[in-house]
C-alpha cells in the first residue's frame, strides 16, 4: 500500500512516499515560516525521484496536530487539494500520537514533547502493549513544563524538540517516584512515521470525512480576539468603525452649516 505522508506540526517540516513499511522517499527540512514555499515543492521532488503519480498511490495521510497553527493549515489544505484532484482516501493522524511510532520498540510509556506558544509545550502519554497496539494513557495537553513534570508519575520516555528546550524544568517539577528517560535522539515529528500510523488507520478502513480542521488544543489568536471582543468578526468590527467615521464626518458638516447659516 502506497502512501504520501504529510507533517508540517512544527518549524521542521518533512515529507515521504511509502510502500508498506519501505520508504520509497522522504524529504526533511527546515521550514520555519515557509511551509507555505516549500512544502509543494518538496512533495513534487518526491514524484520526480520515484517516477510515481499521485494517482498511483493509495491513499493520503497528514498530520493534524498539535502544533504551528500556520503550518498545520498549509499541510492540511494541501493534503486536502491533492484528496480533490486524485479522490484518494485521506487519513489524518495527531502529531504526537506519529512521534510515539518513531519509538515503536519502547516498553515504557512515551511523552513525546513539542513546544508551544508563549513558552508552553504540547505533550500527551502513549505506550505499546504489543506489535501495532498503541494505547493513549493521556491525551493532549498543552501547559508550562512545570505542568508537564507534575503529570509524571512513574518510568517515562521523553523526547522531542519540547523536552530539549525544557528537560529542566520538566525533570525539577516531577514526582520523585517519576523515573525520566530521554531518547537517545531529539526524535523530530516524521512524515514516515505518521505514514506507519496512517497505514495502520488505512488498512482498519478509516477515512477522513469533510470538514476537517487541525486539533487545535490551544485556540489561535484570532479566535482569542474574537472572544474577547463580544463575539463580533473582524468585518463587522471594521464597517462598524467606518460607519462611525463617516457618521461622526457628517454630523460635524452638518454643524458647519448651521453654524455658517
Not at 506489535?131 to 498543552?142: A, D, G, I, S, T
Not at 531518547?183 to 506507519?196: E, T
Request: hydrophobic residues 45%.
Amino acid at each position: 500500500m502506497k502512501v504520501l505522508a504529510v507533517e508540517t506540526a512544527t518549524p521542521w517540516q518533512s515529507v515521504a512516499l511509502l510502500d508498506g513499511e519501505r520508504v520509497l522517499a522522504r524529504c526533511d527540512q527546515d521550514a520555519a515560516g515557509s511551509h507555505a514555499r516549500l512544502l509543494l515543492p518538496a512533495i513534487d521532488r518526491l514524484f520526480s525521484d520515484t517516477g510515481l503519480l499521485p494517482a498511483q498511490l493509495d491513499g493520503l495521510v497528514v498530520s493534524i496536530g498539535p502544533g504551528s497553527f500556520t503550518g498545520l493549515r498549509v499541510g492540511l489544505s494541501t493534503v486536502l487539494g491533492i484528496r480533490t484532484i486524485t479522490q484518494l482516501p485521506l487519513v489524518l493522524v495527531p502529531t504526537l500520537e506519529g512521534m510515539a511510532w518513531n519509538l515503536c520498540d519502547v516498553e515504557l510509556p512515551l511523552c513525546p514533547v513539542i513546544n508551544s506558544r508563549r513558552g508552553e509545550v504540547y505533550w500527551a502519554l502513549f505506550q505499546w502493549r504489543e506489535k501495532n497496539r498503541l494505547e493513549r494513557l493521556m491525551p493532549e495537553q498543552v501547559g508550562t513544563a512545570a505542568a508537564l513534570g507534575t503529570h509524571l508519575s512513574g518510568p517515562v520516555v521523553l523526547y522531542g524538540e519540547g523536552w530539549e528546550r525544557e528537560k529542566a524544568a520538566i525533570r525539577a517539577s516531577a514526582a520523585p517516584v517519576a523515573i525520566v528517560t530521554e531518547a537517545a535522539a531529539q526524535m523530530r515529528p516524521s512524515a514516515v512515521s505518521v505514514g506507519l500510523a496512517g497505514l495502520l488507520r488505512l488498512s482498519r478502513g478509516e477515512r477522513a470525512g469533510l470538514g476537517i480542521s487541525p486539533l487545535y488544543i490551544q485556540r489561535p489568536e484570532a479566535e482569542l480576539k474574537y472572544e474577547q471582543s463580544g463575539g463580533v468578526s473582524p468585518v463587522t468590527r471594521r464597517r462598524e468603525k467606518v460607519a462611525r467615521k463617516l457618521k461622526a464626518r457628517l454630523a460635524g458638516k452638518s454643524a458647519h452649516s448651521r453654524r455658517k447659516g
